[in-house]
């Protein structure tokens, strides 16, 4: 963790490795983050086809530092050897996302095994053990980003995935990142057929705090993306708060009816600095063709806005290749994220 503003990734669309087509397939569609899953989505007989699968997608990634790669729970083979071929390969990703993590051991382990052999990517951690939310605070402090994995957590539980049974870790989730600077992800949607589903979630999500929202199918990026992704007209906002408060000597002012404060200044400030890691990072010259010309803050709208305001700042994975590996696998595995 450093006190710098992290680029965070509003969009991150998980594609199994079970064929490096489907992987390469996915880049085309505009997510931040690009996810290679070799952990629930690969049934365990297929587990070192997929590192194959997951080596030669990396060597062809044209932005590796926005590709993630899902690795098995260490304490298990499959993890010792996910983590051999990362360090391994001579493409490394930038971000990897541990599973059934439950503690913040685990996750300074995973940065000193891969640091050891020179790789630094982001940690992410997806929460989805009961002992993980206990110690959400710890986690958030040692990773770089937390992803909410609604399904195992779920289970442990003893409930079906609802928003009610799943509040408070969200909120833990959400506070805890909050607190340490760290990326909050959302769990993905699997009421795909119930579009309005994900839309409720995204803005429930968003107005807990939470940053992005992960998917196993491309054609829910465009919501994620419009919702999620800084936007022109927010920034322009966040600026004029920025401002009216700054004219008011710090102090309380009135901006288009509206009482503004200190406090409204330090959060504006927080989007418009987000926004732009973002932008940088994000915003263009990605892999999917949105970038130039899709929904959210892409690089024109940041220009457009930086301009008015005379500043600097400024798939393969759909759901037939998931059915297809939950069928070869007898339906006990070939999930997307839990």
């Given at each position: 963790m450093t006190d710098s503003v992290r680029a965070i990734p509003r969009s991150i669309l998980y594609t199994p490795a079970l064929s490096a087509d489907w992987v390469v397939k996915a880049w085309s569609y505009d997510a931040d983050v690009h996810l290679i899953d070799l952990e629930?989505?690969?049934?365990?007989?297929?587990?070192?086809a997929a590192r194959s699968v997951c080596r030669a997608a990396l060597e062809k990634a044209p932005e590796p530092a926005n590709i993630a790669v899902r690795v098995n729970p260490l304490g298990t083979i499959d993890?010792?050897?996910?983590?051999a071929m990362l360090t391994?390969?001579?493409?490394?990703?930038?971000?990897?996302?541990?599973?059934?993590?439950e503690s913040a051991v685990e996750v300074r382990l995973m940065r000193d095994?891969?640091?050891?052999?020179?790789?630094?990517p982001e940690i992410y951690v997806t929460l989805e053990t009961p002992a993980a939310v206990a110690g959400v605070d710890a986690i958030a402090a040692a990773a770089d980003g937390l992803i909410l994995g609604s399904a195992d957590l779920a289970t442990a539980l003893g409930i079906e995935?609802?928003?009610a049974g799943l509040l408070g870790a969200r909120q833990a989730m959400s506070l805890a990142c909050a607190r340490h600077g760290a990326a909050c992800i959302d769990t993905a949607n699997f009421r795909l057929s119930e579009p309005e589903a994900l839309a409720e979630e995204i803005v429930r999500v968003r107005e807990l705090g939470f940053h992005g929202k992960v998917t196993v199918h491309p054609g829910e990026l465009d919501a994620i993306n419009r919702a999620l992704r800084p936007d022109r007209d927010?920034?322009?906002?966040?600026?004029?708060?920025?401002?009216?408060?700054?004219a008011a000597d710090g102090g309380i002012a009135v901006l288009d009816g509206n009482m503004v404060g200190p406090p409204f200044a330090r959060l504006a400030r927080a989007t418009v600095s987000l926004g732009e890691a973002w932008a940088e990072r994000f915003g263009g010259n990605g892999t999917g063709e949105g970038r130039n010309g899709g929904s959210g803050a892409d690089g024109e709208q940041w220009a457009d806005a930086k301009a008015e305001d005379g500043t600097?700042?400024?798939s393969g994975a759909d759901g037939e290749q998931w059915a297809d590996a939950k069928a070869e696998d007898g339906g006990e595995a070939g999930h997307g994220p839990r």
């Open positions: 629930d989505a690969v049934p365990h007989r297929r587990k070192d993890a010792v050897h996910d983590l391994e390969c001579a493409v490394r990703p930038g971000l990897v996302v541990m599973t059934m993590v095994t891969l640091a050891s052999a020179g790789a630094h995935i609802t928003w927010r920034l322009r906002h966040a600026r004029r708060v920025t401002e009216a408060v700054r600097d700042g400024g």
